[in-house]
């Protein structure tokens, strides 16, 4: 059964970012400058979608020596499930408010 998280304007930003490139492994310093989401709110965001099962996670050894190693995420096939079936309506939710002059 799929995990229902939390779903603030910032986490369905990740969100969107991820599904852009679902495929692809993301670092959290990309995601940061991609979304604007400072270090603070973008890093709670991927350990919570992490816990979920959404993102799976590993690290990198560093290219250059004395580099530290960097921690790289990515959707699960769940997680793409996932945040389809939470973002469509979203995205429908906003439309409809706008056309109605509600937000």
């Not at 979608?49 to 990515?74: D, F, I, N, S, V």
Request: net charge positive; glycine share 8%.
């Amino acid at each position: 059964m799929p995990h229902r998280i939390r779903m603030s304007p910032q986490t369905a930003g990740v969100l969107e970012a991820f599904l852009e490139q679902r495929r692809e492994w993301r670092y959290g310093y990309d995601l940061s400058r991609e979304t604007a989401l400072k270090s603070g709110t973008l890093y709670p965001i991927l350990m919570r979608l992490a816990k979920c099962g959404w993102l799976e996670t590993a690290w990198t050894q560093p290219e250059e020596m004395g580099r530290p190693a960097r921690h790289m995420y990515r959707l699960t096939p769940q997680g793409v499930r996932s945040a389809r079936e939470t973002l469509v309506p979203r995205a429908a939710r906003a439309l409809n408010n706008r056309a109605y002059g509600r937000g």
